[in-house]
């Protein structure tokens, strides 16, 4: 059986994240992302997004 290499990454939507999820991606990971608002802008094709706001202890 192959392996999978999944990863989650928090703050996805932009910046480091978001950089970070698409350079994984690239690299054959099955990557989900969480972000405040994932719907707020377009996100990687390809990456599972999760609603999460850490500030919120209802999300977490």
């Not at 999760?50 to 999300?59: K, P, Q, T």
């Amino acid at each position: 059986m192959a392996e999978s290499r999944v990863v989650l990454i928090t703050g996805a939507s932009s910046g480091f994240g978001r950089e970070t999820a698409r350079i994984l991606l690239g690299r054959g990971f099955k990557v989900y992302g969480t972000s405040r608002n994932p719907s707020a802008r377009p996100q990687e094709p390809g990456v599972g997004m999760i609603a999460l706001d850490v500030d919120s202890d209802n999300s977490v």
